[in-house]
């Protein structure tokens, strides 16, 4: 009961759905809403409570008009698999959803029609969560890929660009098949406007992300992956180089010759606590 509460404390409607219920009312599609928002409230649940699970720090849940977006406090630093099992949460709840549907039609209990519609909404809205575009699930899913192999800032900047991309190719077959759906342009215009925030913010997010492991949230660190940098390597450059999931010894090179050896720590101390942003990595074996 409690868990229930906090979710539903944690909800936040954004603007562009009270636009959308708006359009529904004077349109005369008020239930359809109605059957919509339950899909999405559902679909937001199985992120939320997955995430309360492994005690993730919830921000809030915002109600889209195609969908949610959980907004965490975790910032990369959480082990891939619960963050995969978080981001799944939400498409799973549509498996049983329509599964209910089915075996309630079925035994007669709820008409045709109503069980029509319920399953092209949650068909609709599965499949276009499923869109590997950021910030629906199908993108979260392809930050997480990227992750395995690329630096943190690099899967962040090619997930927003490959996404940016597939949205300019969805807006084309707006443009072809359905040019005067308004609920698509809306959908269109927060993707678009969610793509940009996350190129803006994509520094500020990488430093969230070296805050979190400076201070010691390091539980999805499963191996060791070295960095090797030339000793005249400025530091703030070496720090673009983490990735998550792996710990970095830093090996400092000069001549062709391995001069010395960093932890992780002892880089990440000199960046926050000492202000070194611009010293060169080797003028750090001195200090340490």
């Known amino acids: 009961m409690n868990k229930a509460v906090t979710f539903f404390s944690k909800i936040h409607i954004h603007p562009l759905l009270w636009l959308v219920i708006g359009i529904s009312v004077a349109t005369g599609y008020f239930f359809d809403l109605i059957m919509v928002l339950c899909i999405i409230a559902i679909h937001e649940m199985g992120h939320f409570f997955t995430a309360l699970f492994f005690s993730w720090r919830i921000r ?3 109600l889209l008009p195609f969908g949610g977006v ?3 406090d975790e910032h990369g630093n959480r082990p891939l698999h619960e963050e995969l099992l978080v981001v799944i949460a939400g498409p799973i709840q549509h498996v049983w959803m329509m599964g209910l549907a089915a075996l309630l039609y079925s035994f007669h209990i709820v008409p045709k029609v109503f069980y029509d519609d319920f399953l092209m909404y949650n068909w609709m809205i599965l499949c276009f969560n499923l869109l590997p575009i950021w910030p629906l699930d199908g993108g979260k899913l392809i930050l997480l890929i990227l992750s395995r192999v690329k630096t943190f800032l690099s899967a962040l900047q090619w997930t927003v660009v490959s996404s940016f991309f597939l949205l300019v190719c969805l807006h084309a077959m707006v443009l072809i098949w359905a040019p005067f759906q308004l609920h698509l342009w809306i959908v269109l215009s927060f993707l678009y406007f969610s793509l940009w925030q996350e190129w803006k913010q994509r520094h500020y997010v990488m430093m969230r992300f070296l805050l979190e492991r400076y201070y010691g949230n390091r539980r999805g660190i499963h191996q060791l992956k070295p960095i090797t940098v030339s000793s005249d390597t400025v530091l703030s ?3 673009m180089q983490f ?13 062709g ?3 010395g050896k960093l932890d992780e720590n002892e880089v990440l101390h000199a960046y926050f606590s000492e202000k070194q942003t611009t010293v060169k990595i080797g003028d750090l074996l001195y200090y340490y």
Do not use: F, Y
Not at 243 to 255: A, D, F, L, S, T
């Open 237 to 239: 450059t070496v720090l």
């Open 257 to 259: 010759e391995e001069k």
């Open 70 to 72: 959980a907004e965490m």
């Open 60 to 62: 809030k849940v915002s």
């Open 243 to 255: 990735q998550r999931g792996v710990k970095h010894p830093i090996i400092v090179m000069e001549n």
